[in-house]
DNA sequence: ATGAAAGCGCTAACAC
DNA sequence: GTGTTAGCGCTTTCAT
């Protein structure tokens, strides 16, 4: 009838033996009689044991958790925004599910200001988490190089702008964007033209670059290029621009579906067929990608996979602590639909 | 030089005190001297004092954090797309937010199968948190009563299926509806239909009374029904047994935006301008309402704010145990976009 | 192979 | 007001 919670102890005095050896069992250590093992097996049963988180990271110093910090740009607005990304939502699953395995759950923190990011730093140094995942919205980010400074264990989701001793996880988006060029041009498109990402990301130059080269390899130079800057809005402002220089192109490839999305309806105000008249190819194959009328072709980036990953980096590099930071680039994959 | 991080103790011996005045100073409480207290703020700052978690948790058999835990249906490939839903990031976004002023960062739980229930319930009655948000995605979730029969404190986001004894928060649902049902009237549209959630869903059955009985008060009866499943491909399917049945309709509430979304989708397939030949309405006003084309009329819901609440409720539980469940009602509001 | 005992860093009675 | 002291529940040498 008492409401305690059964310790070490109990299992211990119900087994007979000491507590040392019911920890043993409890945590798989060899060097104890299976015998006793059995007996002690049957006691943690019998009393519905299970041990306390906060009795063993103290014993351990080790909290047994990592966090899932999402560094946003802070600008207020935006941050709970952060997480309505359904990009942000498929990495979050895959951590959660490929953590799961392990028997731990992220702690999640948001890191959109300097003060933040300090209280952010502060708890990892201290042990609230062992390490941290980090998924990184804002361009110039302090972040990534903070954690490593301070010697945290970390992984980040995308290289850092700025080269930064750290792991992460990234799909070849040189080898996506040139995905996307083969394609149009298959589908025998000529009169190219792209919408990139914000100039100075990492992710939108390898974008932009690798659509160029690809299509300099078929002796196509010099396309037009339209800055956007990920959103739809951002999209539509490209296209509408790129119209107006060249309103005779066939193909376009935008840097991420959302930007795509923004393209079609920029054409399709423009009067301008999708795909017929002009083809689009998209980047991520999110949801906006399989929702959007016509159904969006686009690179996929096998995000959830990634994100199980960074998870099981950063328990690698927690097991074993020498572990240099590593980085895993994935393959992207071409989703043919209907508006290319 | 050294690495340890300093403790009470570090501390004490630096202000020249005992670890029960730093701990006092530390934790707000008064019947400390002034002057002493300005010495041990000094010392706390000189060694860069910082509390350890697992200690303090130890001490006071307190986790001092709170599980986010998102219970889907587990069927799998819907599993880690529970987090890809934008609905679900705002209600993260919200809390994280919320929980932040309080220096707690929410532990993210996945009880999608009956195992993972049984471990969410297990860590929570152990104490890994001190309670818990929940975010049901699951018709007949079971977790509810779990948490309530276990005596964990829980807030859920949307009144449960079978009564429960357990906060929760909700938007008013039957306001909602009917705000949309007047304002398709006052646009003077006559020829309503509404394509409904999943039957047995509160919410769902909350909407549909709730536009029945404003139609109602107007002298209209009988609108035509179509069931969806608050998805955009439901939301389509339902538009077209919709249009088959009733061609002459000229105005549609969908339950949410993203079945809002494929009714228009199907308009626009079968010839009819939106808004000019039928008003579509939706429901939520998140992310998809705002980039849809037409952008979308629609209710919206405060899910921020009620995310922030279910933090507030459960934080206030905490504080004082023998508090009793509480639901807290928000009201929808109206937001006229390009659809009606 | 097992047990005894010393902490891990903090809080909370209780004494003064 | 402040210090002393006894744990919180677990791991981990160190003996045996």
Do not use: K, W
């Amino acid at each position: 009838m008492s409401e305690r919670t059964p310790t070490l102890e109990d299992v211990a005095r119900a087994a007979g033996v000491s507590r040392a050896t019911v920890s043993r069992v409890v945590n798989g250590i060899r060097n104890v009689d299976p015998q006793i093992q059995e007996r002690v097996r049957a006691a943690v049963a019998a009393t519905g044991y299970s041990p306390n988180r906060a009795a063993r990271s103290l014993a351990t110093r080790r909290a047994n958790s990592v966090a899932l910090v999402v560094s946003g740009p802070g600008e207020d607005a935006c941050t709970s925004r952060v997480f309505a990304d359904p990009f942000f939502g498929r990495i979050a699953g895959g951590i959660v599910l490929s953590l799961r395995r392990e028997g731990i759950h992220p702690v999640l923190m948001l890191a959109d200001t300097d003060e933040a990011r300090d209280d952010v730093l502060t708890g990892l140094r201290r042990g609230d988490a062992d390490g941290a995942l980090l998924v990184s919205t804002h361009v110039h980010d302090p972040l990534p190089a903070m954690l490593a400074g301070a010697g945290v264990p970390a992984v980040l989701f995308s290289r850092p702008v700025r080269p930064v001793e750290i792991s992460y996880v990234e799909v070849d988006n040189h080898a996506g964007a040139a995905l996307a060029a083969d394609h149009l041009l298959a589908r025998g498109r000529e009169r190219l033209a792209t919408i990139t990402g914000p100039a100075g990301v990492p992710v939108s130059q390898d974008r932009l670059t690798g659509f160029r080269e690809a299509l300099a390899r078929h002796g196509l130079h010099r396309v037009p290029v339209a800055e956007g800057d990920f959103t739809q809005d951002g999209g539509e402002a490209a296209m509408l621009a790129l119209l107006a220089e060249h309103p005779g192109l066939d193909g376009v490839f935008a840097a991420n579906d959302l930007m795509a999305q923004g393209a079609i309806a920029v054409l399709r105000d423009h009067g301008r067929a999708v795909p017929d008249d002009v083809a689009v190819i998209g980047f991520d194959d999110g949801a906006p990608a399989q929702s959007s009328r016509p159904r969006l072709t686009t690179i996929r980036q096998p995000v959830e996979d990634m994100a199980a990953e960074m998870a099981t980096l950063l328990l690698t590099r927690l097991a074993a602590p020498a572990t240099p930071p590593t980085s895993v680039i994935f393959a992207p994959t071409l989703i043919p639909r209907a508006s290319t």
